[in-house]
């Protein structure tokens, strides 16, 4: 069972405090993992409000510890880069509310072997999101709190990333935008299932998403989703279609256990197929900052017209190395 315990703590501008008087070791904490998503995934508009959900998990076989401040930014931090990887400069607000000196409540959190708990963040507190463009966007997780100090034990997310344009843009521009674009749409071509498998991962890999979604039946694969799956068959056709366009901007965000995962390398293991049927079975690296986890992918693929398309998919996990 979790268990809280409400403690105070008084942090000066200078320095929040020192090394020696840290109340959590760094075994009370290794271990942790942490996974971001967008609460709300979709193309947004300059200056809309962005929540993002992080979850703090353990995956070891014993009791873990670490701290969590009731204001969220002495335990989190957001970085935002743009496509140059250029950081976004953080918004007057942050800076004064994170350095002026105040009384900070915080939690110790215990965390059983597979529990975890739940946060949601808003982006708008670490940035003015007047801007617009593509941009990448990491979670930060300070289980000793945030002191400032560049050596304070983090644990960082996955990358997800967001979409802003233009709160002012005209809505015939962007139709007319999106029929240019359609005009340059690739064409899938005859593939046997398993070239099919290596394509979309070889095009996930190079970050190519007009390749990765071009042998994957969307309309399919949503069936199997927990989050989009009610919403989209109780939908209309014309729903049915924004439907779709959300659930690929949520497969950008490069989510855990989601297909749209970024691996690290693979390796097709074995293919059956029928007339219309078939299946590849692959090995899918993934790699986090100090491990290699692998998985067991069985990508199950139907025959439209002569073209393989993937329509579902079975995953188990293989452990992970360092």
Request: hydrophobic residues 35%; without cysteine; aromatic residues 16%.
């Amino acid at each position: 069972m979790r268990k809280l315990f409400l403690l105070l703590i008084l942090l000066s501008v200078s320095n929040l405090y020192s090394e020696g008087s840290l109340l959590l070791l760094s075994e009370d904490f290794s271990g942790l993992k942490l996974k971001a998503e967008l609460a709300n995934p979709k193309i947004y508009k300059q200056n809309d409000e962005i929540f993002i959900k992080v979850n703090i998990y353990n995956p070891e076989n014993i009791e873990k510890s670490s701290l969590i401040s009731n204001d969220k930014k002495y335990s989190f931090d957001i970085d935002l880069v743009n496509m140059q990887n250029r950081s976004v400069y953080r918004n007057k607000d942050y800076y004064i509310s994170f350095h002026k000196t105040q009384p900070v409540f915080y939690n110790i959190i215990k965390l059983n072997s597979d529990e975890g708990f739940t946060y949601t963040l808003r982006l708008n507190d670490y940035y003015d999101l007047d801007i617009s463009g593509q941009f990448f966007l990491k979670v930060y997780y300070y289980p000793n709190l945030k002191k400032g100090s560049e050596n304070d034990a983090k644990i960082v997310s996955n990358q997800l990333t967001i979409n802003l344009r233009p709160g002012d843009i005209e809505e015939d521009y962007i139709v007319e935008l999106k029929s240019l674009e359609d005009e340059k749409r690739l064409f899938a071509e005859k593939k046997s299932p398993d070239e099919v498998v290596r394509y979309v991962l070889d095009a996930r890999m190079k970050g190519e998403w007009e390749k990765f979604f071009l042998y994957i039946e969307l309309e399919k694969l949503i069936q199997w989703n927990n989050i989009f799956n009610s919403r989209y068959r109780k939908a209309d056709i014309e729903r049915k279609k924004e439907i779709l366009t959300e659930y690929k901007e949520y497969l950008k965000q490069n989510s855990i256990d989601e297909i749209s995962y970024l691996p690290h390398g693979y390796k097709i293991m074995r293919t059956e197929y029928t007339e219309g049927k078939a299946k590849v079975e692959t090995i899918v690296e993934y790699k986090y900052i100090d491990y290699i986890e692998k998985k067991y992918y069985t990508y199950f693929l139907f025959k439209k017209g002569s073209v393989w398309y993937i329509e579902s998919y079975e995953v188990m996990n293989l452990g992970s190395k360092e």
